[in-house]
């Protein structure tokens, strides 16, 4: 069965649960395995103070945990995170006696309502939900594979980790990373230390390179055929997507407002050129951008205000 990548939120310590750890950098990666299927958790180690590290991680995710140990404003943006990133499976555990109806409020009209709920520290019943997450089903697309991770080996060269979003990869394919389109020819394929000759849709993989230098390369790159049906937009081009706005996301936004878009591994400051909606409302968004983009269509991401601690969600944002 292909794998599952989580999101580890609210209580961090909750990561000494979830498997055995990884790599570490802003994000730390733990991996267990459960029901037949390599899972996969993110855990946002500089969350609050680095909003990126949140964003990666709820995009990167199929399924999520929210640990909440305190009631404070940071379990609010993280249920408002997860809920605009779209993650429908999950499970919530409530400790030092927080009750249900306690947290009820701040999960109304979110996706975690219909989370698993336990009020209390079922470990072995938090890795088995995790695992039945649902299986990403699109094999048969272009592949294309985010990069969260890059660095070089002795004696191998270039190594990407990442998690495959879409189709089915092969050892010795050419992919391209773009948006420079840096030529990346796969000289072969791990999942979790083992090696294999193509992974699918949920796999989390280490890629050889086969001729590429790794500071060519870099996190948010996406890793997919020369003629992927993928947008290469550059700084100061112009985007245009759909924002729905949180019910809770109350500033004001105007035209000239900085805010950042989060996209798999990307995370992109965009200067408005339209006013945003207001709360709870939907509408067609334009942006300059200050770094250069990549997205697929149809793709959802989420949009952010990084100086509006301590509530720094604006909305889900979808490209078309």
């Keep these: 069965m292909a794998g599952v990548t989580a999101a580890l939120l609210g209580n961090l310590d909750a990561r000494r649960e979830l498997g055995k750890v990884g790599t570490q950098s802003d994000i730390h990666l733990h991996d267990f395995k459960e029901s037949g299927r390599d899972v996969t958790v993110l855990v946002p180690a500089r969350y609050p103070d680095q909003l990126k590290c949140l964003s990666y991680t709820v995009l990167g995710a199929d399924a999520a945990v929210l640990v909440v140990s305190e ?25 030092n006696y927080i009750q249900p ?72 394919d050419t992919l391209y990373a773009w948006p420079e389109k840096v030529i990346c020819p796969v000289r072969s394929i791990q999942c979790h230390d083992v090696d294999v000759n193509e992974s699918v849709p949920g796999d989390r993989v280490g890629l050889a390179l086969r001729n590429t230098k790794a500071d060519m390369l870099d996190r948010g790159m996406v890793l997919a055929p020369s003629d992927a049906p993928l947008v290469a937009a550059k700084a100061g081009d112009a985007v245009t997507f759909t924002l729905r706005r949180s019910a ?73």
Excluded: C, Y
């Excluded at 940071?74 to 408002?80: P, S, Y």
């Excluded at 938090?126 to 272009?142: M, N, S």
């Design 71 to 95: 009631m404070n404003a940071a379990v609010g943006e993280q249920i408002l995170a997860a809920d605009a990133a779209g993650i429908a499976h999950g499970v919530l555990v409530l400790q």
């Design 101 to 172: 109806e306690q947290v009820a409020p701040l999960l109304k009209g979110t996706n975690l309502e219909s989370w698993l709920v336990l009020t209390e520290d079922d470990w072995p019943r938090v890795r088995a939900h995790l695992a039945e997450a649902p299986e990403r089903t699109d094999a048969d697309a272009p592949v294309a594979v985010p990069v969260d991770h890059h660095f070089d080996v002795k004696g191998v060269g270039a190594v990407i980790l990442g998690v495959v979003k879409q189709g089915t990869l092969r050892k010795g």
């Design 248 to 320: 809770f996301s109350k500033q004001g936004l105007e035209a000239g407002s900085v805010v950042h878009v989060g996209l798999g591994m990307q995370f992109v400051p965009v200067r408005l050129e339209t006013a945003a909606p207001g709360p709870g409302e939907e509408a067609e968004v334009t942006g300059v951008l200050e770094k250069g983009l990549v997205h697929g269509p149809g793709e959802r991401g989420v949009l952010w205000h990084v100086d509006n601690a301590p509530q720094r969600v604006v909305g889900a944002v979808r490209f078309s």
